[in-house]
């Protein structure tokens, strides 16, 4: 797992990431700063949002449940007047939704799935392609997950939204090509930390089983046998925000320590 942050010099860049109060998205927003990007972030929770920003150097930001429109429109008029303008766009907001076989799942459930984790990147996404169009481009990077290319029983609405999350990128990049706006999809496998330890430990006690028992056969059909690291998502990120990633679009790239060949 990388501990450290790819050196790339991203002076100038303006980028907004939502869902970054706490894991991987404010990995990624202390990471493009060390690039010296200016960084406005968001979040739902305004507790862990806040602390962020207060404890940050250089982070701006505000509240705001990107599932729903005009949240978006007024985050992005912020965003916009305190970045003056936008280069990079991370949408990193997403839900677990629920755990359970199809029909114990309710059709809230599933709604609140496919917002959280589809619905508001095409929201955040119409926002910043007028902002990039503008600017004469930019690099939007929408986070899916393993479970976009796997099956994953008893977690339909989640696997759904994340195929979702690809078909939406891959369309959305031809779409804005021509505008020189790149658009690509981050796909995070098992990634360190109390939210993967907590999914997997209730799983495992849903199942009868001990969640070292679980843990090992996860470990057992990935490659390097083990987590990756919010680090490792944000360093993708850096690169594919980037000119070196300049040709690379519409693709869904796996940062996953190689679960999809294990399975």
């Given at each position: 797992?990388?501990?450290?942050?790819?050196?790339?010099?991203?002076?100038?860049y303006?980028?907004?990431?939502?869902?970054?109060?706490?894991?991987?998205?404010?990995?990624?927003?202390?990471?493009?700063?060390?690039?010296?990007?200016?960084v406005?972030?968001?979040?739902?929770?305004?507790?862990?949002?806040?602390?962020?920003?207060?404890s940050?150097?250089?982070?701006?930001?505000?509240?705001?449940?990107?599932?729903?429109p005009?949240?978006?429109?007024?985050?992005?008029?912020?965003?916009?007047?305190?970045l003056?303008?936008?280069?990079?766009?991370?949408?990193?907001?997403?839900?677990g939704?629920?755990?359970?076989?199809?029909?114990?799942?309710?059709?809230?459930?599933?709604?609140?799935?496919?917002?959280?984790?589809?619905?508001?990147q095409?929201?955040?996404?119409?926002?910043?392609?007028?902002?990039?169009?503008?600017?004469?481009?930019g690099?939007?990077?929408?986070?899916?997950?393993?479970?976009?290319?796997?099956?994953f029983?008893?977690?339909?609405?989640?696997?759904a939204?994340?195929?979702?999350?690809?078909?939406?990128?891959?369309?959305l990049?031809?779409?804005v090509?021509?505008?020189?706006?790149?658009?690509?999809?981050v796909?995070?496998?098992?990634?360190?930390?109390?939210?993967?330890?907590?999914?997997?430990?209730?799983?495992?006690?849903?199942?009868?089983?001990?969640?070292?028992?679980?843990?090992k056969?996860?470990?057992?059909?990935?490659?390097?046998?083990?987590?990756?690291?919010?680090?490792?998502?944000?360093?993708?990120?850096?690169?594919?925000?980037?000119?070196?990633?300049?040709s690379?679009?519409?693709?869904?790239?796996?940062?996953?320590?190689g679960?999809?060949?294990?399975?």
């Open positions: 797992m990388a501990d450290q942050i790819l050196p790339m010099d991203l002076s100038g303006r980028v907004l990431i939502t869902a970054a109060g706490s894991g991987i998205g404010k990995v990624s927003a202390e990471a493009f700063l060390a690039c010296g990007a200016r406005y972030v968001s979040d739902i929770q305004p507790e862990p949002l806040l602390s962020t920003i207060a940050t150097a250089g982070l701006d930001g505000s509240v705001a449940d990107v599932a729903e005009e949240p978006v429109r007024r985050m992005f008029a912020e965003a916009l007047d305190r003056g303008g936008l280069d990079v766009l991370i949408n990193n907001a997403g839900v939704g629920p755990t359970s076989g199809i029909e114990q799942i309710t059709p809230e459930q599933v709604e609140q799935t496919l917002a959280v984790n589809v619905k508001s095409f929201h955040c996404s119409a926002e910043a392609v007028k902002a990039m169009r503008a600017n004469g481009g690099a939007i990077i929408n986070m899916s997950s393993v479970a976009g290319r796997l099956a029983p008893n977690r339909t609405p989640y696997a939204a994340k195929w979702g999350v690809i078909g939406f990128t891959k369309s990049a031809m779409e090509g021509r505008d020189n706006i790149r658009v690509n999809a796909l995070p496998g098992h990634v360190e930390g109390d939210r993967f330890r907590n999914i997997w430990t209730q799983r495992a006690r849903e199942a009868g089983l001990e969640p070292e028992v679980v843990f056969e996860l470990f057992d059909r990935t490659a390097l046998g083990r987590t990756v690291s919010a680090e490792d998502i944000a360093n993708t990120q850096i690169f594919l925000a980037s000119p070196y990633a300049a690379i679009t519409g693709q869904a790239i796996s940062v996953c320590g679960v999809e060949m294990m399975r």
